[in-house]
């Protein structure tokens, strides 16, 4: 009874040594076997269980007179369970106890009915992207063929003289003279989107964070301490945090581009949770390329469903075929339209969600932003600026973050937690992998002659 007594209330002394800060930012409960250096050990943890034993051992009364005294002959910590045991099973599983205890939870999960829909969206935007690469290619060659017809003509005409002056008038300027409306916004969206997708968004990208770490320094990339996958004493029986759960975690802990300043290397957290590279500007920018597939999925849906602006799109595009002399242009130019203004308002989407604004999942022809002229000239945005129907840039995060895989997003996860640990005072070397959240005891002791052993688990309950 005494050896059962002084044993849980020396691993109980060590359970409350968990990391402060690491307690403080994230609500999880591990004791760093560092100890605050990068030489993480369980035989730290046994010295600090040594220390606890003899101390609780001795059973003195007054100054000297020392009754019936447990000396402990052996102590082992012969397991523990490791934060990147199990793809980080731990971390998922004091997520699950701290996020439960908060019905706030509940709230992220309405707004994510829908992802496998976001899913679909983004696919389709993939898919338009290689539409517009093969309408491009298309759209050359029957330009290449008009122009080769007007000259055509143009010989011709010159052939036959003054009988055919009107001909050879209508050859020369479609060879010589200004472009057709169509064309020019085609051509201007092409070279728009030559830019950098920040700089098509934002226009001067200075005021962009600069936040730069070392990937493959970072937990997810490296070589990481793992234990014995001990499963330790639970009676609440946690599971591990399920995608939704996860991600009202990562939206309550990590900050992102609309949330303004965090401390930490990187500002751009989430960001770096969804595409896990070095920098705030690449995580930005793989976001945002994220985010247009879902805004095209969406808008080239929306655009061919609106037989208004479909129209203006057909005449156009069938008053640029006849003034080039190539009835064939009008398909591939009238496609190259929809896909470039379909583009171009998922910009405005993109812009607005960044400015704090809302768009919606799905639009209706009512909350279309842009018009057809915007096409010759694509920096110019559209005066709405802050929309107020719809889905957050937040919201679309965690879409975005809903989508990816659950072991690499919380790999992720526990970089952001050690590398904004390491930025505090005395945790300049810290190191989550060296952390654990259960632990096995065997101990050995002795009194007056008679001996006995036994082991525990022990963890945070």
Same mark, same amino acid.
């Given at each position: ?26 609500d ?16 730290? =943890?046994?010295?600090?269980? !040594?220390?606890? &034993?003899?101390?609780?051992? *001795?059973?003195?009364? @007054?100054?000297?007179?020392? #009754? %019936?005294?447990?000396?402990?002959e052996?102590l082992?910590?012969?397991q ?7 793809n ?8 699950y ?44 060659e ?5 122009r080769?017809?007007?000259e ?26 200004e472009?057709?409306?169509?064309e020019?916004? =085609?051509?201007?969206?092409? !070279?728009?989107? &030559?830019?950098?997708?920040? *700089?098509?968004?934002? @226009?001067?990208?200075?005021? #962009? %964070? ?17 234990g ?24 309550e ?25 070095g ?41 640029a ?47 279309w ?6 096409l ?19 919201q ?12 690499r ?14 930025e ?15 632990l ?22």
């Amino acid at each position: 009874m005494r050896l059962e007594s002084v044993t849980r209330i020396a691993a109980g002394s060590v359970l409350a040594e968990f990391h402060p800060v690491l307690h403080r930012r994230y609500d999880l409960f591990m004791i760093d076997t560092g100890y605050g250096t990068q030489a993480g050990s369980l035989d730290h =943890v046994c010295a600090r269980l !040594r220390l606890y &034993l003899e101390e609780n051992c *001795r059973r003195t009364v @007054g100054r000297s007179v020392e #009754l %019936s005294p447990l000396a402990i002959e052996s102590l082992q910590v012969p397991q523990a369970r490791f934060a990147c045991d199990g793809n980080g099973k731990a971390v998922r599983e004091q997520v699950y106890a701290y996020m439960t205890a908060d019905p706030a939870g509940a709230v992220l999960g309405k707004v994510l009915v829908s992802a496998d829909q976001w899913h679909g969206l983004e696919i389709s935007g993939r898919d338009w992207e290689v539409r517009r690469e093969e309408n491009t290619q298309e759209l050359k060659e029957a330009l290449q063929k008009g122009r080769e017809k007007a000259e055509q003509t143009l010989e011709e005409a010159q052939e036959n003289g003054a009988a055919s002056g009107g001909r050879a008038e209508a050859a020369e300027e479609a060879l010589y003279g200004e472009k057709p409306e169509a064309e020019q916004m =085609v051509d201007e969206m092409e !070279r728009f989107m &030559l830019l950098p997708l920040l *700089r098509q968004i934002f @226009g001067d990208i200075s005021s #962009l %964070s600069q936040g730069q770490v070392d990937p493959s320094a970072q937990l997810s990339r490296r070589a990481v301490r793992t234990g014995s996958g001990l499963v330790p004493v639970n009676s609440h029986g946690y599971p591990a945090a399920d995608e939704l759960l996860f991600n009202a975690y990562i939206s309550e802990k990590c900050g992102c581009y609309t949330q303004g300043p965090h401390e930490g290397p990187l500002r751009y957290e989430q960001e770096y949770i969804l595409c896990g590279e070095g920098a705030d500007a690449e995580n930005l920018e793989g976001t945002a390329r994220r985010l247009m597939f879902i805004r095209e999925g969406a808008n080239c849906l929306c655009l061919l469903g609106d037989e208004g602006r479909k129209a203006k799109v057909s005449v156009i595009a069938g008053a640029a075929s006849l003034l080039l002399f190539n009835p064939e242009l009008e398909k591939p130019l009238e496609t190259a339209l929809i896909l470039g203004w379909s583009y171009l308002e998922s910009l405005q989407d993109l812009r607005v969600l960044y400015a704090g604004g809302k768009v919606p999942l799905s639009k209706t022809p009512e909350e279309w932003q842009t018009s057809l002229l915007m096409l010759l000239d694509p920096q110019k945005k559209a005066v709405r600026t802050e929309g107020t129907q719809g889905l957050t840039y937040e919201q679309y995060l965690a879409g975005l973050l809903y989508m990816e895989g659950g072991t690499r997003k919380t790999q992720r996860t526990m970089d952001i937690m050690e590398m904004n640990i390491r930025e505090t005072d005395g945790n300049g070397t810290f190191l989550l992998d060296n952390c654990i959240d259960a632990l096995q005891i065997g101990v050995r002791a002795s009194c007056g002659g008679y001996a006995c052993s036994m082991e525990t688990a022990v963890g945070y309950d």
